[in-house]
Nanobody
């Protein structure tokens, strides 16, 4: 089992920044890739950014150039630095840890961007 706890969400004005954190515990040695997803009201959950165990990253087109995902293996933590935030970034953000055979999800953290 892997436990994930997200933090860092909140209310910010458009153009502002937030940094989300996702702390992992439990069978962390089994974690391969980690990722951030988000889900806005009435919409499907979507992939925002991912990072492999080797550090390779990927981003949704909507956040490229504004968001940066990183991981600190010593702290078992993944971060999502979000800059130049837009109202359309408003959503609940979830952290996911991919292991074999299961994926694990955090409880989510709300990000609200006001115009």
């Amino acid at each position: 089992q892997v436990q994930l706890v997200e933090s860092g969400g909140g209310l910010v004005q458009a153009g502002g920044s937030l940094r989300l954190s996702c702390a992992a515990s439990g069978r962390i040695f089994s974690i391969d890739a980690m990722a951030w997803y988000r889900q806005a009201p009435g919409k499907q959950r979507e992939l925002v950014a991912s990072i492999s165990s080797g550090g390779s990253t990927g981003y949704a087109d909507s956040v490229k150039g504004r968001f940066t995902i990183s991981r600190d293996n010593a702290k078992n933590t993944v971060y999502l630095q979000m800059n130049s935030l837009k109202p359309e970034d408003t959503a609940v953000y979830y952290c996911k840890a991919a292991t074999i055979p299961s994926d694990y999800w955090g409880q989510g953290t709300q990000v609200t961007v006001s115009s």
